[in-house]
């Protein structure tokens, strides 16, 4: 009996402490979490936000013309909400094109990335062009 106990106790620590460790499901990560999820960042950098290009994953570009993935710290200066959310669904272009990378995943994450996106707003964290 005394041992039976001992049980329940172990298991229930073992309960709180894996429900405190258990990653954070789609539903409850924030922008930024799911920016770094999407690997969005194996193009682009987000300097205000101190996201950097993932080195392993950063591709050269193929040609002279292959447009180079801006800074998206200012990302939220340059868009609509709704407009971004279409962009980077591929529906809507921008000076003509398309985004290079279709959002995969559920709108809703789309729109928690898009919101964080949208809090972007530093102009002159990464200057464009000299
Ligand atoms: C394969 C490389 C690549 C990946 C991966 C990628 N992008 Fe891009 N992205 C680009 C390029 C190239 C442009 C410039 C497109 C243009 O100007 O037409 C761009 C432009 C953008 C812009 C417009 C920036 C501005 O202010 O002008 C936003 C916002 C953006 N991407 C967000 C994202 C997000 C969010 C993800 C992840 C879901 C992502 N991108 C993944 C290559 C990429």
Known sequence: MKNYRALIWV???VG?????AAPATAD????????????????????????????????EPEGDDELQPPDLSAAGLHFERDVLIRFLQK????????????????????????DWLMTMQEETAEPQSD
């Open 11 to 13: 298991l229930a620590i």
């Open 16 to 20: 709180w402490v894996a429900l405190l």
């Open 28 to 59: 409850e990560m924030d922008g930024k979490q799911l920016f770094l999820k999407k690997r969005c960042q194996s193009c682009h950098t987000v300097a205000v936000a101190e996201i950097s290009v993932d080195e392993e994953e950063a591709k």
């Open 91 to 114: 529906k809507e272009r921008r000076d003509g094109r398309l985004h290079k990378k279709r959002f995969v995943g559920k709108k809703a994450d789309l729109e928690v990335l898009v």
